[in-house]
């Protein structure tokens, strides 16, 4: 007999991709492009697992509402929690999973953004649209002169400092739980030393603000701050005065506080309600972009797999 899934929050391709790989794993799925919500409950009924995405936040109401209905089994389509209250969840006897997908495509963009930022991609750019072809009054810098400062060694963190390797690159790393032969520092040793520090840390209490306004002042004059990780590891009001007084040399950032409901969002005809972000996209030496990193064809096709994997096994009682 066949396992059924309701799949929320599902795009073009992502559907395409479930349709073609349900079958195979022997899954039934019931598939809509609306994200779920109390409203649409119902549509996981007779169903125990049901798919989310991660760009739009599941509240306890709703939470309840998928309880009712008989849903025990609540797969993300991301690596982190932070928009399910996890805790919750389990108190109605909803089990939350996350998934795993390839971290190169992470790792690959967070590369990127080093390299843009540390040649002014950004202004460069801009100039060029506007048929500007002059070269930037300061030069760029090498990532073979520089320090990066891995925070958080996980498979992200693994595969962005085998990346920086071949940079010849100095690299130093910082995690509460070393796990590899990187040179692992503590925190405000690496903050101290590093022109670069990247984040990788998974977002929980114990990391929230983790780059706060005592640790950014520990930072090297003219470091740059890359976030590919989540918007809320770095006090963001306290990263806008570094960068506006010229103590931070830049940032680079994939994820920023507060972007619920204006990234995955075309803005262009609103206003948006965000005072820290709009002096961020004021500032020349600050790239900005929609929380994408993860966006690759592999990493969809990883995500969809293990989505019904995760199904597939808390069905079977290997969840449970």
Do not use: W
């Not at 693994?158 to 690159?169: P, Y």
């Not at 130093?172 to 690496?190: C, F, K, Q, T, W």
């Amino acid at each position: 007999m066949a396992t059924g899934i309701t799949i929320y929050g599902c795009e073009p391709d992502e559907a395409v991709l479930f349709r073609r790989m349900a079958p195979r794993c022997g899954v039934t799925p019931t598939i809509t492009e609306s994200a779920v919500s109390e409203a649409n409950a119902e549509l996981a009924r007779g169903n125990q697992c049901v798919s989310v995405g991660h760009k739009t936040r599941v509240t306890d109401s709703t939470l309840l509402a998928l309880g009712r209905v008989g849903v025990r089994y609540i797969s993300t389509r991301s690596v982190g929690f932070d928009h399910i209250d996890v805790e919750y969840a389990e108190s109605l006897g909803i089990t939350v999973g996350n998934i795993a997908y390839s971290p190169d495509s992470v790792a690959d963009f967070t590369v990127m953004l080093m390299l843009m930022a540390v040649r002014d991609v950004r202004s460069v750019l801009r100039r060029a649209d506007l048929h500007d072809y002059r070269l930037n009054a300061v030069r760029g810098r090498e990532l073979r002169d520089l320090t990066i400062g891995v925070i958080g060694t996980g498979r992200i963190g693994v595969a962005v400092m085998d990346r920086l390797r071949g940079f010849g690159c100095g690299v130093l790393a910082h995690d509460s739980r070393p796990r590899n032969s990187a040179d692992y520092v503590p925190l405000d040793e690496l903050l101290r030393v590093s022109d670069i520090v990247t984040l990788h840390t998974p977002l929980n209490p114990g990391t929230h603000h983790l780059l706060d306004r005592d640790r950014i002042a520990l930072m090297k004059p003219g470091a740059i701050v890359v976030n590919t990780g989540r918007g809320p590891i770095v006090d963001t009001k306290a990263l806008v005065e570094a960068l506006e007084s010229g103590s931070l040399g830049g940032a680079a950032l994939d994820v920023v506080e507060g972007e619920e409901g204006i990234f995955y969002t075309d803005c262009r005809a609103r206003d948006i309600d965000s005072e820290a972000l709009l002096r961020l996209r004021r500032m020349p030496n600050v790239l900005i972009t929609p929380h994408t990193a993860y966006y690759t064809d592999h990493a969809l096709s990883d995500t969809v797999e293990n989505s019904l994997i995760n199904c597939l096994s808390f069905a079977n009682g290997g969840m449970q």
